[in-house]
T-cell receptor
Framework: DVKVTQSSRYLVKRTGEKVFLECVQD?????MFWYRQDPGLGLRLIYF???????EKGDIPEGYSVSREKKERFSLILESASTNQTSMYLC??????????????FGPGTRLTVL | GQQLNQSPQSMFIQEGEDVSMNCTSS?????WLWYKQDPGEGPVLLIA?????ELTSNGRLTAQFGITRKDSFLNISASIPSDVGIYFC????????????FGTGTLLAVQP
């Protein structure tokens, strides 16, 4: 079974703090994704990465950055957290080299609250 | 970003009833996926569809890739209380993209 894990299930931070969210997958997937999920807005793509050190902006990259130094690990960074970044953050991964490459597998999510 | 139109937004049904939900788009998709999300958890993949007209089952769940490639349907037969959750469709547009576009979700509540 594919396993995607996220470093924290719940996180509370203060405005202006630097926040790191980490995601690890154990199935050698090339692609990794960060989404945020808000009521009424569904899942919105923040950033994704298709290879080590490669990244592409998603639909809402402002206020976020990412890092992928190893294939299995994809980090989301909030340089200076703001209250409007309070949300559920979901990490996902998928294969590239397979007919099933569209299938994204999600982690359990991190619920971040910024005070 | 683009989102898929998913309906209904919510459903409140009795245990044992059948359920239908669908996603539509003005764009043509090459792949349709259906996910379920339990409260406080990440989405879990239920069914993946790769070909127009394809009908695929997973236990009591059946999904179809619309023949126009602009829609997809998910049916749940004989619902049980553990079917409660939010169901999302997701689609991949043509071309060299790994990105998915997600529907807005259908909240399903099942009364025992």
């Amino acid at each position: 079974d594919v396993k995607v894990t996220q470093s924290s299930r719940y996180l509370v931070k203060r405005t202006g703090e630097k926040v790191f969210l980490e995601c690890v997958q154990d199935m050698d997937h090339e692609n990794m994704f960060w989404y945020r999920q808000d009521p009424g807005l569904g899942l919105r793509l923040i950033y994704f990465s298709y290879d080590v050190k490669m990244k592409e902006k998603g639909d809402i990259p402002e206020g976020y950055s990412v890092s992928r130094e190893k294939k299995e690990r994809f980090s989301l960074i909030l340089e200076s957290a703001s209250t409007n970044q309070t949300s559920m953050y979901l990490c996902a991964s998928s294969l590239t080299t397979s007919r099933f490459y569209n299938e994204q597998f999600f982690g359990p999510g991190t619920r971040l609250t910024v005070l | 970003g683009q989102q898929l139109n998913q309906s209904p937004q919510s459903m409140f049904i009795q245990e044992g009833e059948d359920v239908s939900m669908n996603c539509t788009s003005s764009s043509i998709f090459n792949t349709w996926l259906w996910y379920k999300q339990d409260p406080g958890e990440g989405p879990v993949l239920l069914i993946a569809l790769y070909k127009a007209g394809e009908l695929t089952s997973n236990g009591r769940l059946t999904a179809q890739f619309g023949i126009t490639r602009k829609d997809s349907f998910l049916n749940i037969s004989a619902s049980i209380p553990s079917d409660v959750g939010i169901y999302f469709c997701a689609g991949r547009l043509g071309g060299a993209t790994n990105k998915l576009i997600f529907g807005t979700g259908t909240l399903l509540a099942v009364q025992p």
